[in-house]
C-alpha cells in the first residue's frame, strides 16, 4: 500500500501550521514549525503569489495530511460525501472523523494518528467484540472500541492510559478509563474537529 515515508515535520511546515503528526513532540519547542516557521525547500522564504486554486489545493491538502489520508481515498470520500444528506462539506469531515484510526486516536489509545493506524493494523483493538485491523473502518453510534486484553498489560499503552485525563474526550466519544474501552455515543459535528479548516473551499475544488 503506498504510503508517505518522508519526514512528516515537513508536512506542517508546508501547511504552515501544527497538523500534530507526531504526538507529543509537537506540543515540544522541536517542533518543525517552531523552529522554521517557513516552507520547506530552496524557495521555502520566497515570496510567491497564490491562485484561488493553489488556496483551494492548500486546504485539501492540509485536510489529508491531518487524517493521513492518500488522494485516491480522500476523493472517494467526497463522492460519498456529496450523495449524503446535508452539506457536503461537514459530511466529509464527519466521515473522516468517524475513521477508526481517528477514534483510536480522539480516545486517547494513542498519541497520534499514525500511531493508531499502526495500532489498528496490528489488531490490538477490538470493535463491537470483534477484531478490526482495518484504519478506515467507518464507525457507527454506539459502536465501542476496546483495547485487547493482551494489549492491556504492555508498558506503551499502560503509559497511555496515564495521560488520558490529560488529553481529554470530544462530547460524541465516551471512554472508560477503567476498563480502556470507548463507545460511539453520537455522530461528529462540525465544532467536533478542532482544526482550523475551511472545508467549503475543498469542495469548490471538486466540484470544477
Known amino acids: ?63 489529508r495530511r491531518i487524517y493521513g489520508v492518500l488522494e485516491k481515498q480522500f476523493r472517494g470520500y467526497y463522492h460519498l460525501a456529496a450523495r449524503m444528506k446535508g452539506v457536503t462539506g461537514e459530511n466529509l469531515l464527519a466521515l473522516l472523523e468517524r475513521r477508526l484510526d481517528n477514534v483510536v486516536y480522539r480516545l486517547g489509545f494513542a498519541a497520534s494518528r499514525q500511531e493508531a493506524r499502526i495500532m489498528v493494523a496490528h489488531g490490538h483493538l477490538h470493535v463491537n467484540g470483534r477484531k478490526v485491523t482495518i484504519p478506515s473502518y467507518i464507525t457507527r453510534t454506539g459502536d465501542s472500541v476496546v483495547l485487547r486484553d493482551k494489549s492491556k498489560n504492555m508498558t506503551r499503552f499502560q503509559e497511555m492510559a496515564a495521560a488520558m ?44
Open 165 to 208: 485525563d490529560r488529553k481529554g474526550v470530544p462530547p460524541w466519544l465516551e471512554m472508560t478509563k477503567a476498563e480502556l474501552k470507548g463507545k460511539v455515543v453520537a455522530m461528529p459535528s462540525r465544532e467536533d474537529v478542532g482544526m482550523p479548516v475551511n472545508e467549503h473551499l475543498i469542495v469548490e475544488l471538486y466540484s470544477k
Open 1 to 63: 500500500m503506498a504510503r508517505y515515508t518522508g519526514p512528516v515535520c515537513r508536512l506542517c511546515r508546508r501547511e504552515s501550521m501544527k497538523l500534530f503528526l507526531k504526538g507529543d513532540r509537537c506540543f515540544t519547542d522541536k517542533c518543525g514549525v517552531e523552529r522554521r516557521a517557513y516552507a520547506p525547500g530552496q524557495h521555502g522564504q520566497g515570496r510567491q503569489k497564490v491562485s484561488d486554486y493553489g488556496v483551494q489545493l492548500r486546504e485539501k491538502q492540509k485536510v
